[in-house]
């Protein structure tokens, strides 16, 4: 005597999959992917002006980046002075 069994329900009723907020939660997603990718290819740049020697150099005036400014922003190009004029 066979009786089917339901096996596991699926619950979808319960808002855990509605599509307008995966939708937001893609849209959140992408723009942290942004952010990630634009902060990845500043340290990417940061490396191959390191490998070049011309790391920490101003882009701009050719002077010394301050430590302190490398340390919070790894990817400055710019001393503070040039990337505020
Ligand atoms: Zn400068």
Same mark, same amino acid.
């Given at each position: 005597?066979?009786?089917?069994?339901?096996?596991?329900?699926?619950?979808?009723?319960?808002?855990?999959?509605?599509?307008?907020?995966? /939708?937001? +939660?893609?849209?959140?997603?992408?723009?942290?992917?942004a952010d990630?990718?634009?902060?990845?290819? &500043?340290? *990417?740049? #940061?490396?191959? /002006?390191? +490998?070049?020697?011309?790391?920490?150099?101003?882009a701009s005036?050719?002077?010394?980046?301050?430590? &302190?400014? *490398?340390? #919070?922003?790894?990817?400055?190009?710019?001393?503070?002075?040039?990337?505020?004029?």
């Amino acid at each position: 005597m066979a009786t089917i069994q339901g096996g596991e329900r699926r619950e979808t009723s319960q808002g855990q999959t509605d599509p307008a907020h995966l /939708r937001e +939660d893609a849209e959140i997603v992408e723009g942290e992917l942004a952010d990630l990718t634009a902060e990845l290819d &500043a340290i *990417l740049a #940061a490396l191959q /002006r390191l +490998d070049l020697g011309s790391y920490g150099i101003c882009a701009s005036c050719g002077r010394t980046i301050p430590g &302190a400014r *490398l340390e #919070a922003m790894p990817g400055a190009v710019e001393c503070v002075a040039c990337a505020e004029s």
